[in-house]
């Protein structure tokens, strides 16, 4: 298939579900980008992507924690496909808080792909786009950075500090013709929390996906998926610490 004229669709994060879904939402005439590990081993993705109806779909090596690697990336997919209309951080982990608790190189782990990293891209993508004088960004939250606990403050900890560094780069962005949607989902079911017990107002990959896709058409800034969780976010902000400090996942 031919590429269309507008810029593509690119997926970091090419494998997430979340990603998938959301690229599925898009895809449809749009040229699609899916930038992951072992991007040669993205045939379930990349035939769920061409179903959904999208104009052509490339795949794009890309590690997330690499950080020294992602301004070459994005010069280099620039120039093979475009200025980018659409990029998506997809990726993260949510790792082990019991054994981020004595093992600092796995806590430092967990901050590095779920902030580090997202900095750095971000700023790499930005910075591109400001120059493009186009372009839209998302960005994943969480409602577990509104304020973090106990049960799993390293996660949190990373998640509050992307959250702020995003509504940060949003303002900056102002004017400049570049949007910035940050997604503050709260517990997703799907691989990543596999064999835990759903919170209350839980959501799934496809959900979240499309209240995304939804958010990004209106241009919003901020999205709460599910709505319900932005008031009980401004309940939680309130309660007393000893009581906070007991707070489930």
């Known amino acids: 298939m031919e590429d ?3 810029g593509p669709i690119v997926i970091f994060g090419g494998r997430s579900e ?31 992507v061409t179903a959904a109806g999208a104009a052509a779909v490339h ?4 590690d997330a924690d690499d950080v020294a690697e992602h301004g070459r990336v994005i010069t280099e997919l ?41 900095v750095s891209l971000l700023t790499h993508l930005a910075h591109a786009m400001r120059t493009a004088g186009r372009g839209s960004l ?11 606990r106990r049960a799993n403050y390293v996660y949190g900890s990373a998640k509050a500090g992307l959250d702020g560094f995003a509504s940060g780069l949003a303002d900056a962005l102002h004017g400049s013709g570049v949007h910035l949607l940050i997604a ?7 691989r990543m929390t596999a064999g835990m017990r759903p919170a209350p107002l839980a959501s799934t990959p496809d959900t979240v996906a499309a209240a995304t ?37």
């Open 78 to 118: 620039i120039a093979e496909h475009g200025e980018i209309d659409t990029a998506v951080l997809a990726f993260g982990i949510l790792g082990d808080q019991e054994r981020a608790r004595t093992d600092a190189a796995h806590a430092v782990a967990i901050v590095h792909t779920d902030y580090v990293a997202q």
């Open 213 to 249: 896709a939804r958010a990004l058409v209106k241009r919003r800034r901020v999205v709460w998926i599910p709505w319900a969780l932005r008031p009980l976010a401004a309940v939680l902000r309130m309660l007393p610490q000893p009581l906070w400090r007991r707070m489930p996942r």
């Open 18 to 48: 979340i990603g998938v879904q959301l690229a599925c939402r898009l895809a449809p005439g749009a040229t699609v980008v899916l930038a992951a590990r072992h991007a040669d081993r993205l045939d379930e993705p990349i035939a769920a």
């Open 184 to 190: 503050r989902p709260g517990f997703v079911v799907g």
């Open 59 to 62: 795949t794009v090596e890309f």
């Open 138 to 148: 998302v960005v994943f939250s969480s409602i577990a950075g509104v304020r973090v």
């Open 4 to 6: 269309t004229v507008s």
